[in-house]
Each structure stands twice: as C-alpha cells, then as structure tokens.
C-alpha cells in the first residue's frame, strides 16, 4: 500500500504522539492510520508555547522571517510527489490534483512571505512639531481551523498569513483529512521556525474551538467550512471580542451569455465542476443560460461530463475520485432525487458508482426549477444544475437570490456585459471566461453569509494586523 504518515501534533516545536481516531480511505473505506486527539494539557502547552513564540517572532526581522518561510515552501514543492499521496489516499482527489494543491500551497506561502516584508505603516501630514505614525503590528496569536476538502493548501493560506505578518498560530487542521497539514508543517519545522511559531493539534473540532477561542491568548480566529459552524464560530469569536476571519461555503454561479461559445465554455464548466469532485467552496454550480444557446450548452456539458474518467485517484488515468466521505454521498443523492421529482432532466450521471468507497457520477441536471432543494443548498459535489435565462438581468437576479456570495463566474465577450456583471453580482471573486476565482496575490472571500475577511493578496496580511496610530508632539 502507498504510504501514509503516523501522525502526531507539533506544541512547542515538539513532536507529541496521542492515540486518537481512524482516518479512512473515501477511494475503499480502509483505515489509512490514526489522527492524534490533542489532551486540555496538550492545547494549554500550545496556547503557551504560541504566546512565548510570538515574542521571538514579532521580533525577528521581516527578511529573516521570510527566509525561513520561503525555504519551508521550497521544502514542500522538493517533497511535493511524495506528500500529494497520503493526500489522495485520505481525501480522494487525483494524484495530479493533489500536487497541484501542494504547489499551489507553496505559491502562495511565496508570494505571503516576501509581502510580509511590505506590511508598511503610513505617517499621516499633520499640525508642525505633530507627527502621526500609524504602525501596522502582528495582531498576536492565532486559532485557525481549515477544512477537509484542501488538506494542504487551505492550512497553507492560514499558517502563510499569520507567520508572514508577523504572528504566531495554533493550527487546527481537519482530522478527517490530516496528514496534509501535517506534511506542511513538518517542512515549517524542517525550514528552521523557532518552537511555539507554529503548533499544530487535532481532537473533536467543537470542543478545540469551545476551548481555545474564549482564551485571552488568541487574538484572532480563522476558519474555513460550512456557513453553520461559521456562525456558530463567529459568534463565539465575537462574544470574546475576537476579530475573525470567516471563509464559509459558496454556491457559486455560472452566467452563460448568448454570445458565448456554448461548446467550450461547457467543457471547460464540466472539467470545472469535476474539479475535487465539486467539494470546492468556488465550484462551479448554478449554470443559467440564456436561451438561445441553452440547448447546445446542455448537451455539450453533458457529453464532456461522460468522457471525464472517475476512480481511485492514485490510478494516473483517473480524471475525478470519489467524494471525501459518506456525508457527501448522502447529500448528493438526496438532492438529486429531490430535484429529479420536482422535474429536473437528468442529462449525465445522477447515480453512486458501486457500493465500496464514496464514489458518485459527475452529474448534469438541466431545467432545475426554482424550487429544488439542490438550487438553494450548497451540493458540495459533483453535481451541476442547469437552467434556461432569457436575459442577462433575469440571469443577475438569480445569481444574487441566495444568501451565499463566494465565487461567482462568467462566459460573454461583450464588454457592456462583463461591465454590468462587475457591477451587480454580489459576489467576493468573480471571474470571467475562466474558472479560476483565486490566485496568491489576489484577496479571496466572501459577501452575505459566504463570511468576511479576505486571504490572499494584501488584504489577506492586513486581517492578521493591526493598525496603532503614534502620535507624537515633538518637544
Ligand atoms: P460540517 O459543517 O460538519 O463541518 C465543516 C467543517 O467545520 C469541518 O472541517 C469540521 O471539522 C469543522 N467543524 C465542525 N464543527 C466545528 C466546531 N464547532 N469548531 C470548529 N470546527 C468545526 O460539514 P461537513 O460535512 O464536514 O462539510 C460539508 C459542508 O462544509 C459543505 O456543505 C460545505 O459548505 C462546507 N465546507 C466548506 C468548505 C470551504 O472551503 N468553505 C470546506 C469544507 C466544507
């Protein structure tokens, strides 16, 4: 079998061993290994050692610390074969995908570490003998909570944020999914980062956050996942009076303009869609068309949505993997049995494939009414709903009829268009002719209730900083 990691947690530049609960394989239910559940004493020991190491930090030279972050990320990108398999093994996506996260992961904790040597402060024209300074300073320790579904990359963009900027951070990464996060900060530790700048911990997600976020030592909340837990954790933050950075789920749109080429933008939205097996927070999901070329994009999307080869993601042909685990499955056939009764056309998949390991068809459902549950409940899958616009406005107003705001795209050449979808889709990112909705140095988040703050680009380092003005008459 290919390797998977024995996994521990990292306090205080300390390796620690706990026993804990299975990972498991979504590709065949086997148990991969064991994710180490942290002790109150284990999360005491890290809150301390990540306050102690925050004195080194915030005092080691913008350069110095960049240095060690850049040759951790070259680390990653040098191990990057080797750790995209226990990625596929516990997560599912193809192994090309999972080192492209990995990759990804390394451009941005790049692009983070050479900014974190641009975290400028101002100083402000005042009265003569008045000088007003604002400093920018590391707002201090971070609790951060990233998800399964980019075991690597997503932990990356938080650890990357947090030490660039000058603070320290206890990372809690998903136990269904760890050892990506455990890999990552192996090559932090491996790079040189002095103890306590980056401890890593995993037990049962509620009682982590219930203990950690309420403590004085956290100044800052990060978190990746599902609008509910979101809030949940907004909430918590915000009663502590702890600023917090939300990045909740999506559901993103697809406006396809009659002047689109229906053939291409439908592969290129199926490809999209496959991607991770639609558990993207930006995936692709609510196509409208507008009606003169609905009928061509449909059968283009579903023909493209057959040809995509689904299985064991370790098997180089495989294109798509299985979804992450069985919450999945059961969400994806619910809905769509729910859409199909209320009379939506299945036009490829709709169906689990086998009954050992997660996997389901890429599936196609056109003229989704309104009313299907899928239309208004985040799939997280890979399930794509099409439906039939006569006009861009009527295509806008469905876009923006959902709580959600993450992602949200496009297909057109006509300029007035892209203008007009600048200006009224409320989403965070919206991208046109691609569906590419991030890059390192572009901000990343959402509007409503896809959350707040951003990661990535300038505005993700200003989230981690604080803005203390210094006035000072000068005698
Ligand atoms: P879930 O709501 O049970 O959990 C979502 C995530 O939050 C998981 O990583 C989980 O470990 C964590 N979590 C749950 N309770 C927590 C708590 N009290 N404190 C801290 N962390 C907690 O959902 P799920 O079944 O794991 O995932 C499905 C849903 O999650 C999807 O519908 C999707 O919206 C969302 N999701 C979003 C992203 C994203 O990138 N925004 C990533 C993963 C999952």
Request: hydrophobic content about 40%.
């Amino acid at each position: 079998m290919a390797s998977y990691p024995e996994l521990k947690l990292h306090i205080g530049g300390e390796w620690r061993r706990r026993d804990g609960a299975p990972v498991v394989n979504p590709a065949d239910e086997s148990v991969l290994g064991t994710v180490p559940h942290a002790t109150r004493t284990d999360l005491d020991d890290a809150l301390a050692a990540a306050a102690k190491g925050f004195q080194v930090w915030r005092n080691t030279a913008p350069a110095k610390r960049a240095e060690i972050i850049q040759r951790a990320a070259q680390i990653c990108r040098e191990r990057a074969e080797e750790n995209a398999v226990p990625i596929t093994l516990e997560q599912g996506k193809p192994l090309a995908q999972a080192k492209l996260e990995i990759l990804r992961g390394c451009d941005i904790i790049d692009w983070d570490a050479t900014e974190g040597r641009r975290v400028y402060g101002r100083v402000i024209p005042s009265e003569p003998g008045m000088r007003n300074t604002v400093l920018r300073q590391p707002i201090g320790v971070v609790a951060a909570f990233s998800p399964w579904n980019f075991p690597m990359s997503s932990p990356a963009r938080k650890v990357a944020g947090a030490l660039s900027s000058g603070c320290t951070i206890i990372l809690k990464a998903s136990e269904e999914t760890p050892a990506g996060a455990y890999n990552l900060v192996r090559a932090f530790a491996d790079a040189g980062l002095p103890p306590g700048v980056l401890n890593l911990v995993f037990g049962v997600p509620s009682e982590i956050s219930e203990y950690l976020i309420p403590k004085p030592t956290i100044r800052l909340v990060t978190f990746t996942g599902s609008i509910p837990v979101g809030k949940h954790l907004a909430a918590l933050s915000g009663a502590h009076m702890k600023p917090a950075i939300m990045e909740l789920g999506g559901h993103a749109p697809v406006i396809v303009c009659d002047d689109a080429d229906p053939e291409a933008s439908a592969a290129t939205s199926a490809v999209g869609k496959s991607r991770n097996s639609g558990q993207v927070c930006i995936s692709p999901t609510r196509f409208f068309v507008q009606e003169a070329i609905y009928d061509r994009f449909t059968t283009a999307f579903g023909e493209k949505a057959r040809q995509i080869k689904i299985g064991d993601g370790l098997d180089p042909q495989t294109q798509m993997g299985p979804v992450a685990n069985d919450r999945r499955l059961a969400a994806m056939e619910t809905l769509i049995a729910d859409a199909r009764a209320k009379g939506a056309r299945i036009v490829a998949g709709g169906n689990r494939i086998g009954n050992r390991g997660y996997f389901h068809e890429l599936t196609v459902l056109a003229d989704v009414p309104d009313d299907a549950r899928a239309m208004h409940e985040e799939p997280f899958g890979p399930l794509a709903l099409i439906s039939p616009v006569k006009t861009l406005d009527e295509a806008i107003d469905k876009a923006n009829s959902l709580p959600y705001g993450l992602a949200g795209y496009a297909f057109t050449r006509s300029a007035r268009n892209v203008d007009q979808l600048a200006e009224r889709v409320e989403v965070g990112n919206l991208s046109i002719n691609h569906l590419t909705a991030s890059f390192a140095e572009t901000p990343f988040g959402g509007v409503k209730d896809s959350g707040y703050g951003r990661e990535g680009g300038t505005e993700g380092l200003d989230c981690y900083t604080v803005a203390k003005n210094v006035s000072h008459r000068v005698l």
